[in-house]
């Protein structure tokens, strides 16, 4: 497996690129970056693990990172200062993403894509429209990286209701920004003795998560190591997936379209939204099946309600850069 990080020397990239150097399943971990490249990989390459390492530096050398990969991860972009919103970082990543999407349908059509980059709600269907435009789009291939929304709740949940933080699984629907988050709590063991002040105070923790590291950052940047073993996670279920023809489930941010029957149930509860993090079996195709939300509570439907208007508007946006760029 050919595995490609864009933005592989920023604060994501380099501990993503480290925890991916320790996968048996990579053989051509590839490292591109506008900065630094070329010394992450040589560092990197020191490592006795399997993957073979390369650098690449500069738009020049953008090609040659992408071409024949199986998987493209894109942490490439800038992140938030305090008092900045996720939707504030599209004026300068959406290009940066249409551009890496764009050296990716050309040199490596059949990739799974893997999108981090923020904000995360309009830069996957910017993937989407480029890949169209180029005639290779795959929704089964496209993934917006929500798994670290997956990880806090494992562990804020766990600090309150006990239990083993790594083993609890906490599903998280919707998008990646504030009130688009949206947790089911109600389907997690144990909750059902917290109080309703409870679960509002543990939803809106797991809703704002990316706010916390960012205030406490102070100006420094927004989630960096937490993301990097979110990324590396969301990539080992890929690989595991590929690799090992082993179905694996997460939720993810996806074409609902990329299941004809799962995506059909959903938006009976989700209306006609085509983007929308869900939990998903992932197969050697990519998505396999996308599985059913389950029962929301009377909270849950209320959270729903107030994240469709905003997420419909981030996918909207992100799909008109490109489709109404000349
Ligand atoms: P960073 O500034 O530390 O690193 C970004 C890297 O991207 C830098 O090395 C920069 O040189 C590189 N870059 C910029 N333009 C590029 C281009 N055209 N091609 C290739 N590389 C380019 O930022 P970070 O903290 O690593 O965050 C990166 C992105 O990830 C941000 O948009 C951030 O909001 C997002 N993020 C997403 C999640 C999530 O849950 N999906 C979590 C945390 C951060
Ligand atoms: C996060 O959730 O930590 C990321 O989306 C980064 C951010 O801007 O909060």
């Known amino acids: 497996m ?7 020397a920023g604060g994501i990239g380099q501990p993503l690129s480290l925890l991916l150097k320790q996968s048996p399943h990579i053989t051509h971990l590839s490292l591109y970056d506008i900065v630094n490249t070329p010394g992450v990989a040589a560092d990197l390459s020191h490592i006795n693990t399997r993957a073979k390492v390369t650098g690449h530096i500069g738009a020049a050398q953008m090609d040659a990172a992408l071409e024949g990969s199986d998987i493209v991860v894109i942490p490439a972009g800038v992140p938030r200062k305090p008092d900045m919103t996720r939707d504030d970082l599209f004026k300068i990543n959406a290009g940066i993403i249409r551009d890496l999407a764009t050296a990716a349908a050309k040199n490596c059509p059949k990739a799974f ?4 980059s923020n904000p995360v709600n309009s830069t996957v269907p910017i993937v989407a429209e480029v890949f169209k435009k180029h ?7 496209l993934f917006g990286v929500t798994t670290l ?4 709740a494992s562990t804020f949940v766990s600090e309150i209701v006990g239990g083993d933080a790594a083993t609890l699984r906490v599903p998280v629907i919707g998008g990646h920004s504030g009130v688009t988050i949206i947790p089911l709590l109600s389907q997690v063991g144990g ?3 917290l109080s309703q002040e409870r679960i509002e105070k543990l939803t809106n923790r797991i809703q704002f998560g990316g706010d916390e590291v960012v205030k406490a950052k102070a100006g420094a940047g927004s989630a960096t190591l937490s993301m990097a073993y979110a990324g590396a996670r969301f990539t080992f279920s890929i690989l ?5 023809n082993k179905p694996v489930v997460e939720c993810t941010y996806v074409d609902l379209n990329s299941d004809a029957q799962g995506g059909a149930a959903t938006k009976k509860i989700t209306g006609d939204i085509q983007f929308f993090s869900v939990p998903v079996e992932l197969g050697p195709a990519g998505v396999q099946r996308i599985l059913p939300i389950g029962n929301l509570s009377e909270y849950e439907a209320g959270l729903l309600k107030t994240a469709l208007p905003e997420l419909n508007g981030n996918i909207v946006k992100g799909t008109s850069f490109i489709s109404q760029a000349n």
Do not use: H, N
Not at 149 to 152: L, Y
Not at 240 to 244: G, P, T, V, Y
């Open 149 to 152: 929304d997956i990880v806090r």
């Open 113 to 116: 894509m893997l999108i981090i």
């Open 240 to 244: 595991d997936a590929i690799a090992s």
């Open 191 to 193: 909750t059902s003795g």
């Open 135 to 141: 005639g290779v789009y795959d929704p089964k291939r």
């Open 2 to 8: 050919k595995v490609t990080v864009c933005g592989a």
